[in-house]
């Protein structure tokens, strides 16, 4: 079973900083793009930043020179680190990949979500 494993998620003032994880867990060939979304209750899911497995990034404008997309290729791991965070920001933040498995299955993935809460 391939899955996606978040991890970091927690409560924050506004202006401080986290760090986010997802690992791409099973058996898997490659992980091609990386990407992180968040949605907040009512709304629909946004795209917060994406990374390819070359390593070319894509921001949203609302986050762009506060949040960072990196990842380890080799630990199939990609991170989110949210500086000067603010309230706006706070939402469930889901990670997703594009997976090939070692059966040579592409699967679309979405993690289980983790909670950032942003206090003012």
């Known amino acids: 079973q391939v899955q996606l494993v978040e991890s970091g998620g927690g409560l924050v003032q506004a202006g401080g900083s986290l760090r986010l994880s997802c690992a791409a867990e099973g058996s898997i060939a490659k992980v091609a793009y990386m990407a992180w979304y968040r949605q907040a209750p009512g709304k629909q899911r946004e795209l917060v930043a994406h990374i390819t497995s070359g390593g070319t990034t894509n921001y949203a404008d609302t986050v762009k020179g506060r949040f960072t997309i990196s990842r380890d290729n080799a630990e199939n791991t990609a991170y989110l680190q949210m500086n000067n965070l603010k309230p706006e920001d706070t939402d469930v933040y889901y990670c997703?990949?594009?997976?090939?498995?070692?059966?040579?299955?592409?699967?679309?993935?979405w993690g289980q979500g983790t909670l950032v809460t942003v206090s003012s």
């Open positions: 997703r990949a594009g997976v090939l498995t070692s059966l040579a299955r592409l699967l679309e993935l």
